[in-house]
């Protein structure tokens, strides 16, 4: 979600602040702003849409103090507006905020009550004027600031600076993951959405947990926890200065991180297999595996889809059944858990709200807190018992990639692990399935040759539809949703995917000369089924697009379908390698319909609040 920069600098930070911004659009946004200290006084710059627009007003009016906050916003309460923009100010205090004051409305009242007049329809602006009035009535910023915290209702990260105290920040947290970057050593002191936020600064990090108030001199920070007490936090060495975030000779992140998919699910399978004895090699697990019973998946979005693929792994190949939400529904579900039990959270971010709260839960249900995450230093992975790390690297586009195949990648893994600890899978098992998956980076880089073919079948069929309807069985129907959710999102076409086997169930009727039904049917023991619900489509004169491999290409000799041809794998790792086509799908479509494809409307890259 938004994106938050402060700097207790020894030199003007405008600068550095906006460039630390610009590490944090790929969480999308629709304003930004930055405020410093001039003189002593806070002064502002917004602009309503993107940092080049904030940039330019900078250039008319530079900043030139050396403390300063920094924000992007993506609006929840009030319109995308200048106005809007953060920082908000009032009194002597200035105020970012990422997340949502659940109670902004009552705080509002009693704040108008007292006679503050409001200047934006923001809940953050509440969070400004009540320290504002606690200044008033002759707390200084320090303790306005802790004396407001506890009445703040829902989730926040915030950062705040103060007239004529050059040397204070101040931040707190309670949901979204907020870091204190250390320069103290230069005098200098920084505060960040993420550590990425903060590479180009520091590479020395503090996370705040829930409930921390920290305040900021140019010489350190002081900690105090959810009731006022003095705390330390833990530094750590983040490793994010080290990957570079930009777009390379490619047009678009998500093209690059399309590209990227070979070697970066090549990085993460080694991480997980001997390959010098072609066996798995799983970090030790905190609990027997071969006693679970049962596996519970929680993950959003695309993260989920990589969950709903581990199922059928899981329960193939251990033998065990597995539960799996959507987090939003998890949390509020009340699930009944088996102490000693296993719980698995899948995240890109590490820090997605709804997924991090279903965590507590089960942490309090006794279970074995598992989590799958690109981000080793976030909220999900320290409060994870047995920690599984993607290596995709950053992943900047909002619509996910390389988070996904390497998730499936570890899935996968994981799956086969408790599978052989439970006596399910034999020795030589292993070694065929762990072969399977050693060869899955070469074939998706063979699948990257057929781009120019992809990008004329979307030309042909899906740059002027309306809707889409993607299918497929087994393991190939999360991919058909995975394929809808990518078209959707990127595009803005709407895409459906659905079990082959549910077509006559309802979607049949949608199908007509102008629906375009893109069906996933590799040559495997479904493979007749869904290729006769492909007929079903074909009557109806719906245009039909089949990813499928030699065998299930020769089989299907209509003209009227178009074929896009995979090489031959093991049904394993179709949903890696199958997956790369309906990612370009999107993207050429997308392209070639003009839209954002990085920072598609209305969508975020990190949901840190619900």
């Keep these: 979600m938004c994106g938050i920069v402060g700097i207790l600098g020894t030199e003007p930070v405008a600068d550095d602040i906006v460039d630390s911004l610009r590490r944090l659009e790929y969480r999308g946004y629709d304003s930004a702003g930055v405020a410093t200290l001039e003189d002593g006084q806070v002064t502002r710059v917004r602009a309503e849409g993107k940092l080049k627009n904030l940039a330019a007003k900078l250039a008319a009016q530079p900043l030139s103090g050396h403390t300063g906050i920094g924000h992007t916003r993506w609006a929840t309460h009030g319109a995308p507006t200048e106005r809007n923009a953060h920082p908000h100010t009032a009194g002597k205090v200035a105020v970012v905020h990422n997340g949502i004051i659940e109670n902004f409305r009552e705080l509002r009242d009693a704040l108008s009550a007292k006679g503050v007049n409001f200047e934006t329809e923001t809940d953050s602006e509440i969070v400004a004027q009540a320290v504002a009035a606690r200044m008033r009535d002759g707390l200084d910023p320090v303790a306005a600031v802790k004396a407001v915290i506890p009445s703040l209702e829902g989730a926040f990260a915030l950062a705040f600076i103060f007239d004529d105290h050059p040397d204070l920040m101040m931040a707190a947290r309670n949901g979204p993951p907020l870091a204190i ?7 200098q002191m920084y505060i960040g959405s993420d550590a990425i936020a903060l590479a180009s600064l520091t590479n020395e990090i503090t996370y705040l947990e829930d409930g921390d108030v920290a305040v900021l001199t140019r010489s350190g920070v002081e900690i105090f926890d959810a009731v006022d007490v003095p705390i330390t936090r833990p530094r750590s060495i983040s490793e994010a200065q080290v990957y570079a975030i930009d777009k390379g000779n490619h047009r678009h992140f998500m093209a690059k991180e399309i590209a990227e998919q070979p070697e970066v699910v090549g990085y993460t399978l080694a991480r997980y297999i001997d390959l010098t004895v072609g066996r798995l090699a799983m970090p030790e697990s905190p609990v027997d595996l071969s006693t679970i019973n049962r596996l519970t998946i929680t993950a959003c979005g695309t993260a989920y889809l990589a969950g709903l693929t581990a199922k059928y792994w899981c329960e193939r190949f251990a033998r065990i059944p597995v539960d799996i939400d959507v987090a939003s529904e998890f949390r509020y579900r009340e699930i009944p858990l088996s102490p000693g039990g296993m719980s698995v959270f899948i995240s890109q971010s590490g820090e997605t709200a709804d997924t991090l709260a279903s965590l507590r839960y089960c942490k309090e249900g006794g279970q074995v807190i598992t989590s799958v995450v690109n981000v080793p230093e976030s909220s999900i992975a320290r409060e994870s018992d047995l920690l599984l790390p993607t290596l995709a690297g950053p992943e900047v586009s909002v619509a996910s990639t390389k988070a996904f195949t390497c998730q499936l990648a570890v899935l996968a893994c994981l799956s086969i692990v408790i599978g052989r600890a439970k006596n399910v899978l034999t020795e030589d098992d292993e070694d065929r399935l762990v072969t399977a998956l050693v060869e899955a980076p070469r ?22 539809a309306s809707h889409a309807l993607f299918l497929g069985r087994g393991t190939n129907y999360p991919l058909a949703m995975e394929g809808a959710l990518k078209l959707k999102e990127i595009s803005y076409i709407h895409a459906e995917g659905y079990a082959a086997g549910e077509l006559k169930h309802g979607p049949i009727a949608l199908v007509d000369k102008d629906m375009p039904v893109i069906v996933i049917a590799p040559f495997d023991r479904v493979f007749e089924k869904t290729v006769s619900n492909m007929e079903e489509v074909a009557a109806r004169g719906g245009k039909i697009i089949l990813i499928t491999d030699q065998k299930g290409a020769d089989a299907v000799s209509s003209e009227a379908v178009s074929k896009i041809v995979m090489p031959d794998m093991p049904a394993t790792i179709t949903p890696l390698v199958y997956a790369v086509p309906l990612q370009l799908m999107a993207y050429h479509t997308a392209v070639m319909r003009g839209t954002d494809v990085d920072q598609p409307r209305n969508l975020a890259k990190s949901v840190t609040v619900e």
């Design 181 to 187: 970057g250390h320069g103290e050593a230069k005098g």
């Design 443 to 464: 074939l998706m880089n063979d699948v990257m040759a057929l781009g120019p073919q992809i990008e004329a079948i979307c030309r042909e069929i899906l740059l002027h």
